[in-house]
């Protein structure tokens, strides 16, 4: 990015017209257009996408709240097997979120190829792409399965769970898994269509998901009617079977047809050429998000040698959190439709724009809700923990959810930049980022500063600053202010205008 462009970026100047239409628009770019105008002004655009992209993920969110109150309610026969059950459930939804990264496989190979595609006015090949993206989600779907329900319980120990609480990430999981596939599928089917510029249709299945699934957790976990009751494990057992319906909802409207987009039986025979450019963006990203995963639940391990309180704390303050990171992901979707198309259309100043924009955007967002956070940190607890057994957990988790309120700003820019990166197929540095990010800082930082002393074997053993679940978000807190500044640096480069896919 030039001196001008930076300018014109952060100045909120109206942006120039394509340099590059289609003299012909197609079916595809008509159908495009219903939903995205790249001709209206940027920050128009990013409203466009991101307000039905946010709503999205806030329906996804109070899903989450409902399961998270369900599980503090669940009024087990003592306090110590209440706060364990909590317990479990934080590290049950870290694995879901690993399934949501593992997703990345597909979705954003899938999101960048169809942006590129309808930007460039070619309407057969953005269709090809969404076929091969649905037949990848089945076979990843299934593989994904098996693996992991044949793996759990040892990777439940590895994260350091045991007892009860293991048993009962173990029972909340299994439904999870047993029905990967059609999450996928779901999510590789939206894609598709986010990359069309129809973050709308995506906005309707999440939404048609969350109507169904909150019911069905709660009817599960309850057993109303012929529904079972089966407490703890029914709240997963609803998200499983509400994805079904996700499912099979994406799979309808694209055999329908949708923003120029449609399912046709005859492309969805392997094109391995196609496969491997889809491969070739996701993979990069994927490993990007798995790394961030693999992070996550090894940094989850160590919280997890803390008491069952911090465990419970640490999943409420993230469930609180999300308020800000699913803002951030809304805001990301639209920079990554938004660039990729804009590259697909030859106009690379428009492209950066639409990065600046959307950051714009979505950090004051995330301001305003960090601002929440430090204000509001002991009701919002407090929701999720009305019994006064449960106080303990509300004592560590109010100063960590005060804590984070302040790294908003540079979690904006961690999201909402590598979704901006891997529109324009830029996947791969950003794993060295995230990289660096969790295995330098964060995972070091927070066994120094959880434990009395870290035993390094031959290296020797180290006094520790043992600051209990603080100083483990105080890590968190270091990594994501470094991650950020590294996002703002390689965007603002412009290195990824010159990347071919």
């Given amino acids: 990015m030039d001196d001008h462009q930076l300018s014109d970026a952060l100045s909120g100047a109206p942006p120039q017209p394509p340099d590059i239409l289609p003299a012909e628009p197609d079916e595809a770019s008509a159908a495009t257009s219903q939903h995205l105008d790249l001709r209206k002004p940027t920050w128009h655009l990013v409203l466009v996408l991101a307000v039905p992209a946010l709503l999205q993920q806030m329906l996804v969110l109070a899903v989450s709240l409902s399961d998270r109150w369900l599980a503090g309610h669940a009024h087990a026969p003592d306090p110590e097997e209440q706060i364990a059950l909590q317990a479990a459930q934080t590290t049950a939804n870290y694995l879901a979120w690993f399934i949501s990264s593992y997703t990345v496989l597909v979705s954003v190979g899938s999101t960048a190829l169809v942006a590129h595609a ?15 993206s649905l037949l990848l989600a089945i076979v990843l779907g299934l593989g994904g399965s098996i693996v992991a329900l044949l793996g759990l319980p040892t990777l439940i120990e590895l994260l350091q769970l045991h007892g009860a609480t293991a048993r009962f990430a173990i029972a909340y999981l299994q439904p999870l898994f047993a029905l990967l596939v059609f999450q996928v599928i779901e999510a590789a089917g939206i894609a598709c269509l986010v990359g069309a510029g129809d973050t709308i249709t995506g906005l309707c299945v999440r939404a048609g998901v969350a109507v169904f699934n909150v019911p069905l957790a709660w009817g599960f976990f309850h057993g109303f009617g012929p529904m079972p009751r089966l407490g703890f494990v029914g709240i997963a057992l609803g998200t499983a079977v509400s994805n079904v319906l996700g499912a099979a909802a994406v799979t309808a409207v694209l055999l329908r047809g949708r923003a120029g987009l449609r399912l046709e039986w005859r492309q969805l025979w392997p094109d391995l050429s196609t496969v491997r450019r889809l491969l070739r963006i996701s993979v990069p990203a994927g490993v990007d998000s798995l790394s961030v995963a693999v992070g996550q639940l090894w940094f989850l391990s160590i919280i997890n040698h803390l008491s069952d309180a911090a465990k419970a704390a640490h999943g409420i303050a993230l469930q609180w959190e999300a308020l ?26 428009r492209a950066a724009h639409s990065g600046w924009t959307a950051l714009a955007q979505g950090g004051a967002l995330m301001t305003f809700m960090g601002a929440l956070f430090f204000v509001l940190a002991a009701p919002m607890f407090r929701f999720f ?7 303990p957990i509300i004592e560590e988790g109010v100063p960590v959810l005060q804590l984070i309120a302040f790294a908003m700003p540079a979690l904006a820019s961690c999201i909402i930049f590598t979704s901006a990166l891997r529109g324009a197929g830029d996947t791969r540095v950003p794993v060295l980022f995230t990289w660096f990010g969790f295995f330098a800082l964060r995972i070091p930082l927070a066994y120094l500063l959880t434990r009395p002393e870290i035993d390094l074997g031959p290296l020797g053993v180290y006094h520790g600053y043992p600051f209990g679940l603080l100083g483990a978000w105080l890590a968190m807190f270091t990594d994501l202010l470094v991650r950020g500044v590294f996002f703002l640096v390689r965007f603002a ?6 990347l071919r896919i």
């Fill in 324 to 349: 800000g990171y699913l803002s951030g992901g809304a805001f990301g979707t639209a920079a990554m439709t938004l660039v990729g198309q804009n590259l697909g259309a030859k106009n690379l100043r």
């Fill in 493 to 498: 480069s412009g290195r990824w205008r010159n």
């Fill in 118 to 132: 309808i930007g460039a006015g070619d309407r057969r090949a953005a269709i090809h792409v969404t076929n091969q």
């Fill in 385 to 391: 923990c009305p019994d006064e057994g449960q106080q």
